[in-house]
RNA sequence: GUGGUUUUAGCUCAGUUGGUUAGAGCGCCUGAUUGUGGUUCAGGAGGUCGCCGGUUCGAGCCCGGUAUUCCACCCCA
């Protein structure tokens, strides 16, 4: 939980109406207030305007005589809003938080400050398929230096994850300070959101459509014939960056921005990098408002979702909470999303790693104290053993190990007890040989 | 936030113009096999048809409301 003033303003216009906003303890504004009677709302509000001055210039009766129903319940909905809305907000990312964090506790960082945090964020978002209302992000980053090596890091973070869980995807960057350079060499600086917002439905809707829309927002046409070499980039990154240096040869803060990632780019190759997986994309833009240089985004193959990563360089963030001049760079992994992938994807593996080993049965009274002798004698020497519960039949305690992939069956009966031996069963093969304690925990470990 | 869509057995889904006892596959249980899983065969259990109300002699099916699922837009993890 975060004070809403922390959170607003943080996340550009859609990310405001996208907070979850907190009641104040006691109120209550859930539908059935608003599917009341007209008598029962009005007297409802009556009590209201009692607990709160704050709506008491409305005269409820007047609109309620002037106004359709539904305008009427809009307004009262507002109002109610205002008096119920507590000063408290669900998080919405870990970045945010994260910087009010670093300012308060400025005088016991030693900077550049690194750290990593996995917790649940919220969005007041209609869910669908990899749109949650709650879900895990996990977060790295490092405030407190404008070094590009940490962008360099951050890739080599997103590659060697992706390698460990065996996911094929494409880290996309671009530097939000490309994207200034681009539209004021176009002439439309003062457009910015606006212009980034159309450019970066690239993909979705086409060349044609995004060209359209730019003329409709009052673009030249020949700042809209300058931009076309955003579409037509050819060639490995490095060409496509050269390309892009000449397009915002004009501005200044745009040469930057591609000589910043030139220089990302050097790091790596300086690392030996795989260059294959990462894919620089112009048209990138990213929602959050708080980024000023380098931005991320990865995308998995093979199944239809969103991002399931997004990062990049904030240099104000801290500044907005009282610290300026400290410049963090900081990616976030969307867990859930992650494991939608590995989900569909069948990557997940077929049984855990430390799952049992070994099913011990069960056959009544006497022979599950020796069973149970024997279980706990395996996981004394390392071998992780299950007794069965309950006293059953032979065929459901092998059921039960076949279901659970347990690889061997050690089945204790009256001969075993008597012989003090183990008759232990292979599940694969179906081989069955007799073994004592000793030779049994040899076998297994 | 806007526009759609889904909801019937544990799971995935059929269910005709409203008509007797709501079905299938898979799963589950029992037995063939008294101490031997996967295969096969025989039998069985399991349903307030999301919820509330209405129309009708009669509603899983029609109407209203509500919840829910998923999708598109928007946006993003």
């Known amino acids: ?35 009341k009677t007209k008598e029962n709302l009005l007297s409802f509000l009556d ?54 964090y670093v300012v308060m506790n400025r005088n016991d960082i030693t900077f550049p400050f690194k750290r990593y945090q996995v917790q649940p964020v919220w969005r007041a978002d209609r869910p669908q398929k990899g749109r949650y209302r709650e879900f895990y992000q996990f977060d790295a980053d490092v405030v407190g230096s404008p070094s590009l090596v940490y962008e360099a890091e951050f890739f080599q973070i997103f590659a060697e994850v992706f ?9 996309k960057y671009n530097n939000r300070k490309v994207l200034n350079g681009i539209t004021e060499a176009i002439g439309a600086q003062d457009k910015f959101v606006e212009v980034v917002t159309i450019i970066d439905k690239l993909d979705k809707i086409g060349v044609e459509k995004v060209n359209e829309e ?9 700042g809209i014939d300058k931009l076309q070499v955003l579409f037509t980039l050819q060639g490995g990154d490095k060409e496509k960056l050269e390309a892009i240096k000449t397009t915002v040869s004009s501005s200044e803060i745009g040469v930057k921005g591609v000589e910043e990632l030139q220089a990302v780019l050097s790091y790596l190759e300086a690392a030996n990098f795989d260059f294959s997986t990462i894919e620089f994309d112009p048209s990138l833009a990213r929602g959050l408002s708080y980024y000023t240089g380098a931005i991320f985004e990865v995308k998995a193959h093979g199944v239809q979702i969103g991002s399931i990563c997004g990062g990049g360089r904030y240099d104000d963030l801290t500044g907005l ?14 867990v859930d999303r992650i494991y939608d992938v590995l989900n569909e994807l069948n990557l997940f593996p077929e049984t855990m790693a430390d799952a049992a080993k070994v099913l011990v049965t069960n056959f009544g009274v006497d022979e599950e104290k020796f069973s ?5 004698k395996l996981r004394a020497a390392g071998i992780n053993a299950d007794m069965y519960p309950t006293q059953a039949k032979l065929g459901k305690q092998f059921e039960y190990a076949d279901k659970k992939k347990i690889p061997f069956v050690a089945v204790i009966g009256a001969d075993e007890m008597a012989n003090n ?21 040899g076998k297994l470990k």
């Open 1 to 35: 939980m975060e004070n809403l003033s922390t959170l607003t303003g943080k996340y550009g216009d859609e990310g405001d109406k996208l907070i979850f906003k907190v009641l104040n303890s006691g109120e209550y504004l859930g539908g059935k207030i608003f599917n």
């Open 47 to 100: 009590n209201q305007i009692e607990k709160s001055k704050k709506i008491a210039p409305l005269s409820l009766q007047d609109i309620w005589d002037n106004e359709t129903e539904k305008s009427v319940l809009e307004v009262l909905k507002m109002h109610m809003q205002e008096v119920g809305i507590s000063e408290k907000a669900l998080r919405y990312d870990l970045t945010v938080p994260f910087a009010r």
């Open 163 to 171: 390698k460990r869980l065996g996911t094929s995807v494409t880290i």
């Open 214 to 222: 730019l003329a409709v927002l009052g673009v030249t046409p020949s």
């Open 321 to 334: 909470f009282g610290l300026p001049n400290v410049s963090g760079v900081g990616i976030s992994f969307g």
């Open 372 to 376: 149970f002798n024997l279980v706990t």
């Open 421 to 441: 031996v183990v008759n232990l069963k292979d599940m694969v093969s179906g081989v069955q040989e007799k073994y004592t304690v000793e030779e049994l925990i």
